[in-house]
């Protein structure tokens, strides 16, 4: 993949988890970003340094598009991005101490290469992209799962369901069920371990950038749920789904 190392990178998810793991019994700085719901700690920023650092030595002329500022300023997709989520799920790693993940997404001229998802507290690693397959866990991911969306469980973002957001009630209940975790990267692991069949949720770039490329791989289809092509750089009220669930979901979540 035009001189990235997946094994360095794999590495450095280890230690990022690790660093997570150990500082679950310490006290923790935080502080509102946009709200009381939108929460930021000392970790998100030193995770999110630490991967800084390592892509700076390694890959000096690439650019960092990260939730926390310490990257780049990044306005188009000229060369090599990173997108980085140091700890996606800031709210269950205060309040829970699990289902967070840190993710990484690696887009070239605009084209999503790779996609890193690391389950923290479950050790549960997928990786891949369109050059090499996706894998979980070492091994090739099982054949995708296309089940109807009334076979299947939907994973749905919590606001967008208790405001009832574009008829996500009516795709809850044209399915076997809700599971919400609030973790994109949990969710996106799901969805590809073929436990959930779909994923509503409102998303930024670095929530939505390694689950997209992971999905694309792996044969789910991505969109906006109006059904529109996903870009890189903005925020998004996305849908992720197997195919056979993706038809009914978005003819449902644009019904009038």
């Not at 946009?34 to 390592?54: H, K, S, W, Y």
């Not at 690391?118 to 397959?133: F, H, I, N, Q």
């Not at 957001?165 to 975790?181: D, E, F, H, P, T």
Request: net charge negative; hydrophobic share 40%; with cysteine.
């Amino acid at each position: 993949m035009n001189g990235l190392d997946v094994e360095r990178v794999l590495g450095w998810l280890e230690e990022a988890a690790q660093m997570l793991r150990d500082s679950l019994q310490e006290e923790r700085e935080i502080s509102q970003k946009t709200g009381a719901l939108d929460l930021v700690t000392d970790m998100d920023r030193r995770i999110e340094q630490f991967l800084v650092r390592n892509i700076r030595e390694f890959y000096p002329g690439d650019r960092i598009l990260g939730e926390e500022g310490t990257g780049d300023r990044v306005e188009d997709l000229a060369g090599r991005v990173w997108i980085l989520d140091p700890i996606d799920g800031t709210m269950n790693f205060i309040k829970q101490k699990e289902n967070f993940a840190v993710m990484i997404a690696v887009v070239e001229d605009g084209i999503g290469k790779c996609g890193f998802i690391y389950d923290v507290m479950r050790s549960r690693l997928v990786w891949g992209g369109p050059e090499t397959g996706v894998y979980y866990n070492g091994q090739p991911l099982p054949p995708l799962q296309d089940h109807e969306l009334k076979d299947s469980l939907v994973a749905i973002n919590w606001q967008m369901f208790a405001d009832n957001v574009s008829n996500v009630k009516a795709l809850a209940w044209g399915s076997c069920g809700v599971r919400i975790q609030s973790c994109a990267g949990t969710e996106f692991i799901q969805l590809l371990l073929g436990k959930q069949s779909v994923y509503v949720s409102k998303l930024a770039p670095w929530d939505y950038a390694a689950g997209r490329i992971l999905c694309e791989t792996a044969g789910i289809r991505c969109s906006t749920i109006k059904g529109e092509p996903l870009g890189w750089l903005e925020s998004i009220q996305g849908a992720f789904a197997t195919p056979r669930a993706y038809e009914s979901a978005i003819r449902m979540l644009n019904e009038q």
